[in-house]
């Protein structure tokens, strides 16, 4: 069916992060032609997926576990170099080097079901975005957290003076030189900014909602399997994912230990409100602070896929491997259990290897020289 203004292809993906450009790499090696068999379309305004997005100061040499995308390893990279420069440029090369065309800056507003196929489109999928309308018959979604910066409420929260900002904000320590800062939040990133800011503030608090859980020792294969296994029951489930690293603890590091020594990383249960000039506890006791900075994560950016009506009761989007339970055309590649690097590239590979059996003969068959 052609329909004026909707273009036609096999599969959209969604997002051109580690998830989506593995999807895409193993869409074109199964024989799919870019731009015809199928489109990846991602918000960003140019390669590195979220990495683009990172602090000056998160330098390579600091990034804990990232893992090449398929078929072309990242070597050589300076380790003082920033994350955002080295990964955008390692995937930068690798969208030339195969051939993946992404569409960008591109925003997709929301995905559709083109009338149960009533309009003869076979049971398409519409996809509806800035740069117009896609008809598809299987989506692969990529879409990651970075966009969906999670922030909670407190009471008193906006008659703060200070100023606020979220992780997805931090500008680098330098931005909070001679200044009170409280850094809330349990995670890496919360870590990474607390010990950075230390060596410039006048004074910094950290608080958590729980207390922080430091793993000791390397975080082996066994481990790993075990916090994504976790992960994985709370999308079986249908309930909203929880991060692998949320469930790993934090590795303790020599600058850590260090940070621990001087006071710097002793956290303090969460405050109970803001004040105009920091933040109170129930117990009376408060602290002054110019800044606060929200280290409290992300959520899965999944909101255009809302009228698809793929969320349980639990308010998670249940997963079979890498399809929606509700939707076999739609995968989520980089959610929940596949949200680390290694996880999105295999992933990638389970939902291409399900589109294939999903759309049958129609397919192509000969593999792509990539």
């Not at 910094?204 to 994985?232: H, I, K, L, M, Y």
């Not at 389970?350 to 759309?359: G, M, P």
């Amino acid at each position: 069916m052609n329909n004026p203004g909707v273009r036609e292809t096999e599969v959209v993906v969604i997002g051109a992060g580690q998830a989506g450009l593995s999807s895409a790499y193993h869409l074109r090696r199964t024989g799919y032609e870019p731009d015809r068999d199928f489109v990846v379309l991602d918000r960003s305004p140019r390669p590195g997926g979220a990495w683009q997005f990172r602090w000056p100061t998160l330098t390579y040499g600091k990034v804990h576990g990232m893992h090449a995308l398929p078929g072309m390893e990242l070597t050589g990279a300076d380790a003082s170099r920033p994350s955002s420069a080295v990964i955008g440029g390692y995937f930068a090369e690798y969208e030339r080097a195969f051939g993946l065309r992404v569409h960008r800056p591109v925003d997709v507003r929301a995905v559709r079901d083109a009338q149960d196929g009533r309009d003869g489109s076979n049971g398409r999928l519409t996809v509806e975005t800035s740069e117009g309308l896609w008809s598809a018959r299987a989506l692969i979604n990529a879409t990651g957290t970075w966009d969906r910066p999670f922030w909670p409420r407190y009471p008193g929260q906006s008659a703060f003076r200070g100023r606020q900002l979220h992780t997805a904000h931090y500008p680098g320590p330098q931005a909070f030189a001679g200044q009170r800062v409280v850094v809330v939040g349990g995670g890496t990133s919360a870590v990474q900014h607390l010990l950075e800011i230390a060596e410039v503030a006048a004074g910094t608090t950290w608080v958590t909602r729980r207390p922080p859980v430091f793993r000791e020792g390397p975080f082996d294969e066994e481990w790993g399997r075990a916090a994504v296994a976790r992960v994985e029951e709370r999308v079986r489930q249908g309930l909203p994912p929880q991060s692998v690293v949320s469930v790993t603890g934090l590795p303790m590091t020599e600058a850590m230990e260090r940070a621990r020594a001087a006071g710097v990383l002793v956290p303090r249960p969460v405050f109970d409100r803001v004040t105009p000039t920091g933040v109170a506890w129930a117990d009376g006791s408060t602290v002054d602070a110019d800044v606060i900075l929200w280290a409290t994560g992300f959520r899965a950016a999944v909101d255009h896929l809302a009228p698809l009506k793929l969320r349980e009761p639990g308010g998670g989007i249940r997963l079979e491997g890498t399809r929606a339970a509700r939707d076999p055309r739609v995968h989520l590649v980089g959610y929940g259990p596949s949200a680390s690097t290694i996880g999105a590239n295999r992933a990638g590979r389970a939902a291409v290897r399900e589109i294939r059996a999903l759309l049958g003969s129609s397919q192509p068959l000969v593999p792509a020289a990539v």
